[in-house]
């Protein structure tokens, strides 16, 4: 099969993985730098990793991120598997397209304006800025994520299963959380990981957001960067990256097994009749 | 055996019974969608114990119908009563009948035992009545070695017994069925039929059926209903339906048939005879329909009922039709053949294959006579 892979072919590869990949490589690499230096290499060493935990300001920091980040995708999660619900269940009434519309505007908004519209709105209703006021702003973004995830795997849903479960003599109530929410499950959980991450990295509508005593990781990391990068930011950079490189090979894992024992199963029953 | 099939059938026969109280009724239900009325009018009673089947082509409003029953859908007008109480605003939830979906509906997350099962929790029976009436309907069904599988690891016709299954376990006091076997293949098909008339008999519930299949339907059925634009065309036993169909379009929706045109030429004692240009002779037929002298009207004629043959008839007084055989299909134990008549009408008649071999079988553009008895044509009206 690699024969017919010219120098060209393996060029292009390495010049677009490289591309990718490189800045980021270098930034792992000069994490374990022994040298105070970012730029010069002076052995390796793991110490920066060790004054990351003792550096009370950073660790403050990412602990208000991941606090900021649970309550935001998980209230987010719940706005927006109601309105991905709500939008593919009430049929066509009017102003349904101004309405969908509406639900995903935020995804193409700018963020410098969503965070400014925010910031305006808790001055003018003058809510002191803080922890509440960043994990607000975070689900407003990031609800319509979700809604647009789980309305797509409600078009593809069989509206009869839910009909079966209410002619068994299950009320619509209790029909969405026995039946509906556990096949959709998948969606909602990823749409999850997805506000997640969002919030994780979220830089432009923290810092129009907060206020003192409730600084994000990202928030932090670009004011120490100001002042000049450390190896410190390395580490907690390269930390980030793992979190996320971890995350992201298990979901494929997990979702590639999950297929493969369906594959597997329905030929067993279809060798079996 | 003729004899004991029509005992057999005097024997059970509600709806010709005044005296049977209907299980549900339909009293001039209607349903609209905007401006389509996809169910008009339409007034039925269906008796306990019947399996009854609405059958129709796509978009005659069966479905809707069945989904009326359900509770899924309100009917726009009318009222559907079922055993004397109307149903009106009763939410599927708190009907006593169940409905088996044409998708099966099996809830995938769900083993076969909890699907089954699902339906008498929602009823907060005891745990071990529960356990004991899916073991039953489970052996019932024949799926005993399938009660801990996921639905994505069966088979459709294991699915199927599955919905069959989940829909009987509440004992419902009529079972819906959506053209039930619409997603298998011919032969199971053919199989599973006899498996539900089987299972319906042995639980004397209430069946009706969906279905566009009319020979599904001449199978399973004790009553049909044909539709056709959201109204009943007719409701009879299959041998009705088949036999004295009461318009063309039921003639023509269930079996094959040659529809032949003509006019009232005398109205005799009995009979009644048909002068037919198309046919290209006179026509005498049981009496059957009031139609005056000069009426237009239409002959119905199954192809099994007419006799082909390369001699014309010695008595001059016999429906015979005269023509030129065009094609001819071989089935093994039938033949169909189609005759050009010499008006250009094309007739298609079907024999049985009695004989293994014949010493000179009719063949490609043969002359050929096709003969039938006063009773085998049904005259039909408009």
Known sequence: MNKGLSWFTWSALIVGFSFLY????????????????????????????????????????????????FVSSTVATLLGTMSGVMLTRFGSFRGRTLFSGMIYAPLVMPEVITGLSLLLMFVAISWDRGFATVTIAHITFSMCYVAVVVQSRLATFDHSIEEAAMDLGCPPGRTFFAITLPIILP????????????????????????????TTLPMKIYSQVRLGVTPEINAVSTILVGLVAVGVLVASVISRRSEANRLRDERLAVAET | MAASGQEVRKKWEPWNDPQEKPHVQLVGVTKRFGDFTAVDNISLDIYKGEFFSLLGPSGCGKTTLLRMLAGFEQPSQGQILLEGSDMAGVPPYRRPVNMMFQSYALFPHMSVETNIAFGLKQDKIPKGE??????????????????????????????????????????????????????????????????????????????????????????????????????????????????????????????????????????????????????????????ALDAPVGAAVWIALRPEKLVISMDAPADTRTNCMAGEVWDIGYLGNLSIYHVKLDSGAMITTAQTNRT??????ITWEDRVYLTWTPDAGIVLGQ
Request: include cysteine; charge should be neutral; aromatic fraction near 8%.
């Open chain 2, 356 to 361: 293994r071999d014949t010493d000179r079988p």
């Open chain 2, 130 to 287: 529960i356990a004991q009436r899916v073991d039953e309907v489970i052996e019932l069904v024949e799926l005993s070695a399938f009660a801990k599988r996921k639905p994505h690891q069966l088979s459709g016709g294991q699915r199927q017994r599955v919905a069959l299954a989940r829909a009987l376990v509440k004992k419902p006091k009529m079972l819906l069925l959506d053209e039930p076997l619409g997603a298998l293949d011919k032969k199971l098909r053919a199989q599973t039929q006899f498996e539900l008339m089987n299972i319906q008999e042995k639980l004397g519930i209430t069946f009706v059926i969906v279905t566009h299949d009319q020979e599904e339907a001449m199978t399973v059925s004790t009553r049909i209903a044909v539709m056709d634009h959201g109204r009943i065309v007719q409701v009879a036993t299959p041998n009705e339906i088949y036999e004295y169909p009461n318009s063309r379009y039921v003639a023509g929706f269930i079996g094959d048939v040659n529809i032949i045109e003509g006019r009232v030429s005398e109205v005799g004692e009995g009979y009644l005879a048909i002068a037919s240009e198309q046919s290209g002779c006179s026509i005498r037929t049981r009496h």
């Open chain 1, 22 to 69: 490189l800045p980021i490589i270098l930034l792992i690499l000069f994490s374990f730098n022994e040298s105070k230096l970012v730029t010069v290499w002076g052995g390796f060493s793991t110490k920066w990793y060790v004054e990351l935990f003792n550096n009370q300001g950073l660790m403050n920091a990412a602990w208000v991120t991941l606090k900021v980040a």
């Open chain 1, 187 to 214: 969606a909602v959980v990823s749409g999850w990981l997805l506000s997640f991450t969002l919030s994780l990295d979220d830089l432009v509508i923290a810092s129009f957001t907060t206020g003192p005593g409730a």
